[in-house]
T-cell receptor, first 113, second 116 residues
């Protein structure tokens, strides 16, 4: 069984469209994250939820909106996609907030044309 | 503010030789330090972490890292490199206190290339 899964794996879309990426973890963890990895492989935190509560909300455009319907799911919705949004987006989860190991999903490669 | 530096973009080593991937960090509170590995087109995988206790931490696939508080370093090491170790390695730090805002900061990554 996949511990942290994301769908879709690849997403190709036109500028201006709205899209969503879904993430699910079956590890029973309390905390989930969204990261963005750019073409130079820099990895940057975007959001973090702990027990469905938003804990980290980094400086990202408000076109990006996370939603956590329950502890096992953290989805990312992106409005009005721009060329610069092209990247690989990783979901991750951890048992708690501070000292715990993060488990990463396989990533979603988003390409905006 | 916390930060982490990986001074080498790439490390090249021959199979069977020891390898070191360097990492230095800066935090205001106690550091929680991690190493992750990323293979092509995959997510990051956890290798090892230092939270407290023994400065030498052993992890997956024969890797280990040494926490050095005076030098604020957490270098990743392996006694004998394998070709299959070739991947992108990330060092990460989290401030153990609330000053870090529960964020994990990742280094820029070091590409390890092991030649047969």
């Amino acid at each position: 069984d996949t511990a942290v899964s994301q769908t879709p794996k690849y997403l190709v879309t036109q500028m201006g469209n709205d899209k969503s990426i879904k993430c699910e973890q079956n590890l029973g963890h309390d905390t989930m994250y969204w990261y963005k990895q750019d073409s130079k492989k820099f990895l940057k935190i975007m959001f973090s939820y702990n027990n469905k509560e938003l804990i980290i909300n980094e400086t990202v455009p408000n076109r990006f909106s996370p939603k956590s319907p329950d502890k096992a799911h953290l989805n990312l919705h992106i409005n009005s996609l721009e060329l610069g949004d092209s990247a690989v987006y990783f979901c991750a989860s951890s048992e708690g907030l501070v000292s715990d190991t993060q488990y990463f999903g396989p990533g979603t490669r988003l390409t905006v044309l | 503010a916390q930060s982490v530096a990986q001074p080498e973009d790439q490390v090249n080593v021959a199979e069977g030789n020891p390898l070191t991937v360097k990492c230095t960090y800066s935090v205001s509170g106690n550091p929680y330090l991690f190493w992750y590995v990323q293979y092509p087109n995959r997510g990051l995988q956890f290798l090892l972490k230092y939270i407290t206790g023994d400065n030498l931490v052993k992890g997956s696939y024969g890797f280990e890292a040494e926490f050095n508080k005076s030098q604020t370093s957490f270098h990743l090491k392996k006694p004998s490199a394998l070709v299959s170790d070739s991947a992108l390695y990330f060092c990460a730090v989290r401030d153990g206190g609330r000053a870090g805002g529960f964020k994990t900061i990742f280094g820029a990554g070091t590409r390890l290339f092991v030649k047969a």
